[in-house]
């Protein structure tokens, strides 16, 4: 659990509203770190800005960046 809230996925801006349910497509619920970055909408804009580059740049396969990013949940003990 999450030692800050995120926001309630209802009550955010249409852009970020569109990433929740598009997450929720694809994972059955928006991701609970992105629900506390859009605590602050230009932190959330980053980070997927970041996520965004990183998969359009074509130097990390997505296997490999599933594989990485499992690794750190697991680090930090998440239940990803």
């Known amino acids: 659990m999450a030692r800050i ?45 970041m996520w965004t580059g990183i998969s359009t740049s074509g130097l990390i396969d997505e296997k490999l960046q599933a594989l990485v990013n499992r690794r750190v949940a697991a680090l930090n003990e998440c239940e990803f």
């Open 5 to 49: 809230d995120g926001v309630n996925p209802e009550e955010v801006e249409s852009s970020i509203k569109k990433v929740f349910e598009a997450q929720a497509k694809t994972w059955g619920a928006p991701l609970l770190n992105h629900l506390i970055y859009a605590r602050r909408p230009p932190i959330f804009r980053g980070v997927r800005a």
